[in-house]
């Protein structure tokens, strides 16, 4: 587990420095050129009032973001949290599941500033 990052689910967190989730994110981005699919989940916090975050802005993220933490051993299959920018340089955090013929986008939100450090990529107080 990740010493400075509380699990999100069950199955171990692994900082994307230690390893070389260049492969994940390739795959991500692989996936998604084939197809994008948005579950019931990702769709509710996408069209939340507060976030209104765009198709254009998770496929974005997916596009130029970085794996800020790679979750290998999720029991749905290997997924990773993705931070990116979307409109007006706002901070997007999208976890998503490459699958051999689509891109899961699991979830998509706007990170707290309560719960992340400075730059959105590590979880505070962890």
């Given amino acids: 587990m990740r010493p400075n990052c509380a699990p999100l689910r069950r199955g171990s967190i692994l ?5 070389g989730n260049v492969g994940t994110l390739q795959a991500a981005r692989d996936a ?12 509710a916090q996408m069209n939340h009032v507060s976030r209104l975050i765009t198709p254009a802005e998770v496929r974005g993220v997916v596009a130029e973001g970085r794996v800020v933490e790679d979750y290998p051993d999720d029991p749905r299959g290997h997924s990773c949290l ?3 920018f979307g409109e007006s340089g706002r901070p997007i955090h999208v976890v ?5 013929e689509y891109l899961a986008i699991i979830t ?3 990170p707290d500033p309560a719960r ?11």
């Fill in 32 to 43: 998604a050129q084939r197809r994008v699919l948005y579950l019931p989940h990702a769709l």
């Fill in 96 to 100: 998503c599941a490459p699958r051999d």
């Fill in 15 to 19: 900082p994307a420095m230690t390893r």
């Fill in 82 to 84: 993705l931070l990116g």
């Fill in 108 to 110: 998509a939100y706007i």
């Fill in 116 to 126: 992340w450090m400075p730059g959105f990529d590590r979880r505070r107080g962890t």
